[in-house]
Every structure is written in structure tokens, then in C-alpha cells.
């Protein structure tokens, strides 16, 4: 846990809910302090300084926000809360960059598509509607494997060092991402067969056209 003065953050919280201009800039500061320092330990791979950077602003952004509704009264339960905040930014900054690379995934496997492809205007609709369901899948899977998934697909990342991000040993970060992908799939599945039936055909045969059959 990032160390802060002791006793420093519960008065200056409280001061703040108060109406202390002051008492909230300098509390915002310690939020963003333990903020990046959470992210550039907690997640190493992710951690460059433009991901750091975007996460700690976005934290103290969001605990501006819900600063009031806080109801910890102890540090700990302050630092405690500050750090799902950031966890929780962290994730949602992931899943943006998760869409993005998925988009750009799909821009790739146009180039391998057979040439009886739609027409661009419901290739743009089925994408889109197959980004939305693959976005929505991945963030309803616990954080752990989101984050998993993450490190292994979009960053590259070792067995070891996915383990490291999730606290386990390589070969247990391997089952985990075993057991992630097939629930992401079964989700996937159920998610799309759920769609209205124009939207559901569409997305079938934009993934049939990748050579994928579900």
C-alpha cells in the first residue's frame, strides 16, 4: 500500500466534504501520488508513463467526483477505497484500449476476407455491433482475468510475468487464461445469440467471413 503521513488523509478528506478549497487541492495530490504509484506497481507491463499518467489523472478526476459520498473514517480505509478507484480506472482504461485493438483486428483480417464482402455500410454495423459485444464480454469477467487476458493477447506478456499481475505461478496463470478464454467464448456466444435477429445475422456472418463458426 503507498505510504502517506500518518493520520493525513481522514482530516483532509473530511475538510474538504467541509468546503476547504485548500484541504481538497492537497488531497487530491496524495490521490494522485498513490494513485500512480498503485499502477506502476501493481501493473508493470502496463505501467509506461502515458498509461501512469492517464490513470493517476483519471483517478483523482473520479474521486473528485465521489470524494463526499467516501464513508471510510479510518487511512487505511481511505488509501483502501483511493485504490479501487484506481483499480477500476485502470481497467476501464484497458478495455478502451482493448476495443481499439480489436478494431484494429478486424481492419487486418479485412485484407484475408473472400470478395463477396457486404457492403461497407453493414460491414460498419456488424463490426460495430461484434467490438460492442466483445467489449461488453471481456468487462464482465472478474478483474483478474480481464487482466489477464489483457496481458496476454494485447501486451505479450510472459506465463511468468501474467502470473506476477495476478498472484500466481506461471502455470497456474496458464489454466486461468484457459479457463478466461472458453467462459469468453460461451459468453460471447450466449451475448450473441441474444441480439434482435437483423443484428444477430449480421454479426454471424461478419464472423463467418472470418472463418469462425459459432
Known sequence: MPATPRGSLVPLMHRAVGGDEGALEEFLVRVYRIARAFVRRRLPR????????DTAVETVGRVALAFTACR????????????EVARNTAIDLHRQELRRALAGALEDLDTTVCDSTPAPDILTQSEDALLDLLAETHAALPP?????LWARLIDGATWAEAGE???????GAKR?????????RRELVRRIHQLPE???DLVIQRLSAFGVRI
Open 176 to 184: 486461468r487464461y484457459q479457463r478466461a478464454q472458453a467462459r469468453l
Open 198 to 200: 437483423p443484428k444477430r
Open 165 to 171: 499481475d495476478v498472484g500466481t505461478t506461471p502455470a
Open 144 to 148: 483478474d482475468l480481464q487482466l489477464l
Open 46 to 53: 502496463s505501467a509506461d508513463d502515458t498509461f501512469v499518467e
Open 72 to 83: 471510510a473514517g479510518t487511512e487505511g480505509g481511505v488509501v483502501a477505497w483511493i485504490l
